[in-house]
């Protein structure tokens, strides 16, 4: 049976099953890797829109991009319009010119949050990874245990093969905000890699559950409907 991907919404989280949540059993009928269920997991190019606690990232700038791109050229120096186009070219996945005005506002607010979160993830999207992860320490730096900036740089760690680091900034986030979905999008996708499919469907449930109107539960909510389809054929078998 051949299963499609269930969606993207922001930059590759992917976790081992180590976690807080017991271990569930895989199918038990063997299956080609094609046949797997493949997990959800965020666009790497896409802005960082995820809910932190304490604070909720700006809506996406009124100005037009032709507006932008203008206003950018004639003063160099604004930061606000500096990161409200690269925000907007990580929208429209114009990752290199994205990252190039990312890192112009980080170079005049070299802390700033959302700004080296961001920068991160347009390097993360251009396959830079180490690049990606030290603006991701940096924005921890300046707001240590931030939700997205941990989720992120936990991704980052995983594309890498650190696990144990990753997971060991996953568990920390859950400890200290029980409630951040991005951790628990980034377990279930975990979960979903390693085909402990019962197990990412519960961590999506705490997704939907924590944030029904992020992007990530509505990846979540697909990913659910694909595995829970996939176990029942299982059973059925």
Same mark, same amino acid.
């Given at each position: 049976m051949k299963l499609r991907a269930a969606v993207s919404v922001a930059f590759g989280l992917l976790l081992l099953s180590l976690s807080a949540f017991a271990a569930d059993e895989k199918p038990a009928t063997a299956k080609p890797a094609?046949?797997?269920?493949?997990?959800?997991?965020?666009?790497?190019?896409?802005?960082?829109?995820?809910?932190?606690?304490?604070?909720?990232?700006?809506?996406?700038?009124?100005?037009?991009?032709?507006?932008l791109e203008k206003k950018v050229a004639k003063d160099s120096t604004n930061f606000d319009n500096?990161?409200?186009?690269?925000?907007?070219?990580?929208d429209k996945e114009r990752t290199p010119e994205a990252?190039?005005?990312?890192?112009k506002a980080v170079s005049l607010r070299p802390?700033?949050?959302? @700004?080296?979160?961001? %920068? $991160?993830? &347009?390097?993360?999207?251009?396959? *830079?990874?180490?690049? /990606?992860?030290g603006?991701?320490?940096?924005?921890l730096e300046v707001s240590p245990g931030d939700s997205v900036a941990t989720c992120?740089?936990?991704?980052?760690?995983?594309?890498?093969?650190?696990?144990?680091?990753?997971?060991?900034?996953?568990?920390?986030?859950?400890?200290?905000?029980?409630?951040?979905?991005? @951790?628990?999008?980034? %377990? $279930?996708? &975990?979960?979903?890699?390693?085909g *402990?499919?019962?197990? /990412?469907?519960?961590?999506?449930?705490k997704v939907v559950e924590y944030a029904p109107e992020s992007a990530e539960a509505v990846s979540a909510k697909e990913s659910?409907?694909?595995?829970?389809?996939?176990l029942t054929g299982q059973v059925g078998q």
């Open positions: 094609a046949t797997k269920p493949a997990a959800s997991k965020p666009a790497a190019g896409k802005p960082a829109t995820s809910k932190t606690t304490g604070e909720k990232t700006p809506a996406a700038p009124l100005d037009s991009l032709a507006m500096l990161y409200q186009l690269g925000v907007m070219y990580l990252s190039h005005v990312l890192a802390n700033d949050l959302k @700004a080296l979160v961001n %920068l $991160g993830a &347009a390097n993360d999207a251009l396959g *830079l990874s180490t690049q /990606a992860q603006y991701y320490r940096k924005a992120r740089l936990a991704s980052s760690l995983y594309a890498q093969q650190n696990y144990k680091e990753s997971m060991t900034l996953l568990r920390k986030l859950i400890v200290d905000k029980p409630r951040s979905h991005c @951790a628990y999008f980034t %377990l $279930g996708v &975990a979960f979903a890699d390693a *402990l499919y019962r197990d /990412a469907i519960r961590a999506w449930q659910i409907d694909v595995l829970t389809k996939y």
